[in-house]
């Protein structure tokens, strides 16, 4: 799929190189981003106090704070990008307080797309897509009532005919953790294996692939939970509906997988 890794990751790793350095050099690199839209008198370190174009913004100063998530690569042909995330106090918590601020390279020249209000992933990994694109797969993840839904995702950019770029994430695995909900996580009986959480997203060991580290229950943990059950935990906040069993913290199993990008499969590594 790929003539050679290092060939095409170069583009990107140069300008990821490029922001990183002493603090006043990324100091530097902040001011040169958030220039492309803040005045200079708005501009205090990494953040921009007054964003221009602010999507609705509503006539309100909208602050922006960069932060030192940024990702460079093609993930659209011809269109060498780099993703920013940023915080700002004018996003609520269903954006996660923040989003990603979009620009498109050329050279050391950096140009301002747009904000992608809650578009942001983390702990992202840039990869080869093919010969002339690369991809973008992120960790992301959102707390609501307790129960936090975690995932990995490829970070798909497109643009329409006249339309700007919008990016959405195209689900991989996702995982569900409600112990702050309901003091417990809950699988059902007549289901297969459940994912709890998800972490330490990396490169797989082969190409086309990331590896991740799970938290879940197995058919035999399920089986345990829905027969004689764990232990029950001190607190509970959740009356069990049919069907339905508690898997305590400390009882979900813990394995290292492989995702393959291009079958979107994942396994155990070995």
Request: with cysteine; glycine share 8%; proline share 5%.
């Amino acid at each position: 799929m790929r003539k050679s890794n290092v060939a095409l990751l170069a583009p990107a790793l140069c300008a990821a190189i490029l922001l990183i350095g002493s603090p006043a050099r990324a100091q530097d690199k902040d001011r040169a981003l958030l220039s492309t839209f803040c005045a200079a008198a708005n501009i205090k370190g990494s953040a921009c106090t007054r964003a221009r174009s602010y999507p609705h913004g509503e006539g309100r100063a909208c602050d922006v704070k960069l932060t030192e998530e940024r990702y460079a690569g093609r993930f659209l042909v011809d269109h060498a990008l780099l993703v920013v995330n940023y915080e700002s106090e004018c996003e609520p918590h269903a954006t996660d307080f923040g989003g990603v601020a979009l620009f498109e390279q050329s050279g050391k020249t950096a140009r301002f797309i747009r904000f992608l209000p809650g578009a942001q992933g983390h702990d992202c990994i840039v990869t080869p897509k093919d010969e002339r694109q690369d991809a973008l797969i992120c960790a992301v993840g959102h707390m609501g009532q307790g129960i936090l839904e975690s995932a990995v995702a490829r970070m798909t950019f497109s643009q329409k005919s006249g339309k700007r770029i919008e990016i959405a994430p195209d689900f991989l695995m996702r995982a569900e953790d409600a112990v702050s909900a309901y003091g417990s996580n809950v699988v059902m009986c007549n289901e297969g294996p459940k994912y709890f959480g998800l972490s330490n997203l990396a490169a797989g060991p082969r190409q086309n692939t990331v590896a991740v580290d799970i938290d879940y229950a197995d058919n035999e943990t399920i089986r345990t939970a829905c027969g004689e059950g764990f232990p029950k935990p001190k607190e509970l906040f959740h009356d069990l509906l049919p069907g339905e069993a508690f898997v305590p913290e400390g009882y979900e199993k813990k394995k290292r997988f492989v995702i393959d990008l291009a079958t979107g499969k994942a396994a155990p590594s070995d």
